[in-house]
């Protein structure tokens, strides 16, 4: 019986026969790993993912965290999923072996976690949390910090967290009050507040790993006063020992619409030891690893969330029977399964070339961190407020057509497909709303070091429309041209305010477009090869690129038409 939670023939085809990840091997980092070893990851995130992510994952959306005013209760389930996980060796699985990972590819790693997500998003967010957490100190911590810190996150006993916004700021984080004072042993006093904390407070592990980003003493206003600070719940010994209670504590829970199983926190604290990271003023920098990281974790969430919810609408259009073909006006004729209507299967193809195409982003991202490089480095800069929006938006809108195939059933809560929606419409606001992805993206990603990050993007789109059937790749080629001249346009009268007017359209252009192409690659991919699995894939292709494509010229007609209404606009005629 297939998997309800993902694809495992998509996930092959993708590294296997599309990426080529076997290729990796050959690098000195990856030279323990062989494709067996990677199936038989891939085997066990699947295993697990179905056996203790899945179960609970309705539970603790139904029975969400408490806060009795003393500690915080999470369902069992939680703490021993997390558990099973951790003793996979997957939370460090692309770590160095000096710190006890597997120096596993990211691409193969992040298709294993994949799993996890479509499973559990809610269960996997801690685990999500606490890498990102270790992969920022491991780069930036003394070595005193990862034995005392990252060490005990990567065995399990310790979960992280990254402390940024706060309630008056927001995503504004020029706007952070949060203040570190400097005391004379070399640690800081943290004191200040800090909001939407995701895994802020629990009970799962010994202790939680926050870190801070907060304004030391004397720092300027903006974001370069911005220093960085491993602030513990717990005050913790040099030997990773767990001592008593540090000066962080928990205001409140915010309870979402979506990721119910995950606390999220409104944290206080008042005169916390905190251990300064790096340099005094460099704090924002450094933060942008986590930051990016948890940018391209949010994005393969939502492709995951996408993805199970198309695999239950297909398994519920194949099983449900209702209504007949058009052309046939017999009543008593038996109803047909759902699949057959045409509507039904609008929603499905279009879900499945959302889904799969969001999958391909994913992986394809990830594949550029195991082949670093000054483009590849650059390619994924570019990539990156894309990797975390698109599938934010268009793999929610495959939730949404899960939904509408299950028809009345669809928004009950005896059906999965309505807690998917939920949890997948946060991923449009979590680690930057959309609207601040449109802003990175054509306020700096694409303009940087004279526009080489779009003329590398545009460069490998082009490669492989040429080598695409013409009727295919030629719109794929014209689009290219033309975003290329949308964009000296906008910034060929050097106003930003003019410029970012309408960043949110550029982004879904540049984001469709960039999907558009990895259809084709995977297109070249199945060429020569038969069977259903292929045809499917090449019938998503033609989808994308025939139904989907068409939607950038009108976006890039608006971004042409240097239109400002948005930036102009008096706020009182909005009522």
Known sequence: MSSKILSRRDLDFLLYEWLDVEALTSRDRFAEHSRETFDAFLDVSAQIAERDFAPHNRRSDLEEPTFDGVR????????????????????SATMDSSVGGLQMPHVVARACFAWFQAANIATSSYSLLTAGNANLLLTHGTSGQIDRFVRPMLDGRFTGTMCLSEPQAGSALSDVL???????????????????????????????????????????AGVK???????????VEPDGTVGER???ALSGLNHKMGYRGTTNAVLSFEDATGYLVGEEGKGLAYMFQMMNEARIGVGAGAVALGYTGYLHALDYARERTQGRPVADKDPLAPPVPIVRHPDVRRMLLASKSYVEGGMALILYAAKLLDEPSDENDLLLDVLTPIVKAWPSQWCRLAN??????HGG????REYPVEQFYRDNRLN???????GIQGLDLLGRKVVMRGGAGLQLLIGRIVTTAVAAPADLGRPVIALCDRLAATTRKLWAGGDPTAALANSTAYLE????????????????ATEGKEGPFYEGKRLAARYFLTHELPRIAPLLDLLDSGDTLLADLDDAVLG
């Open 509 to 524: 252009a540049t984001g469709h477009l960039v999907i558009a192409w990895l259809w084709l690659s995977q297109l070249a």
């Open 428 to 434: 449009s606001i979590h680690e930057g709303t959309d």
């Open 246 to 248: 540090n000066g962080v």
């Open 72 to 91: 915080v209760s999470v369902i069992p389930e939680v703490a021993a999923a997390l558990k099973v996980f951790n003793e996979t060796g997957l939370l």
């Open 400 to 405: 949404d057509h899960a939904i509408q195939v």
């Open 225 to 235: 006063g911005l220093s960085l600070f491993i602030v513990p719940k717990h005050h």
């Open 409 to 412: 059933y669809g928004y009950t």
């Open 178 to 220: 949060t203040r570190a004072t400097p005391v004379a042993d070399g640690t800081y006093r943290v004191t200040g507040s800090k909001m939407w904390i995701s895994g802020g407070d629990h009970e799962l592990s010994e202790t939680i790993v926050h870190l801070v980003l907060a304004r030391a003493a004397g720092a300027p």
